[in-house]
Nanobody, 118 residues
């Protein structure tokens, strides 16, 4: 069974940092483009960051320069380092995996809550 599980969310003060992880099981992430999305109340899920199979990241404008997306294929895990957090970063963060080699699937994790508040 293929699963992607996020962790690392929590409550942090404005200006603080968190590192989210997305760990895969039942598959090897080397075949996947890995994405991070976020969703807060009343809004649609929005793209945050992505990292290609070749470790090339891309970011939404709102997080560029503050967030860093990376992957460790040996650990089957993707990370989102979030620095200089703002209250508007508050959301549930989701990991999304798209198999671009075999076309075997498009998977979502269950999400992890990030709350930025003083």
């Amino acid at each position: 069974q293929v699963q992607f599980v996020e962790s690392g969310g929590g409550l942090v003060q404005p200006g603080g940092s968190l590192r989210l992880s997305c760990a895969a099981s039942g598959t090897n992430i080397s075949n996947y483009v890995m994405n991070w999305y976020r969703q807060n109340l009343g809004n649609q899920r929005a793209f945050v960051a992505a990292i290609s199979r070749f470790h090339t990241p891309s970011y939404a404008g709102s997080v560029k320069g503050r967030f860093t997306c990376s992957r460790d294929n040996a650990k089957n895990t993707v990370y989102l380092q979030m620095n200089s957090l703002k209250p508007e970063d508050t959301a549930v963060y989701f990991c999304n995996a798209v198999d671009v080699v075999l076309g075997a699937g498009n998977y979502w994790g269950q999400g992890t809550q990030v709350t930025v508040s003083s």
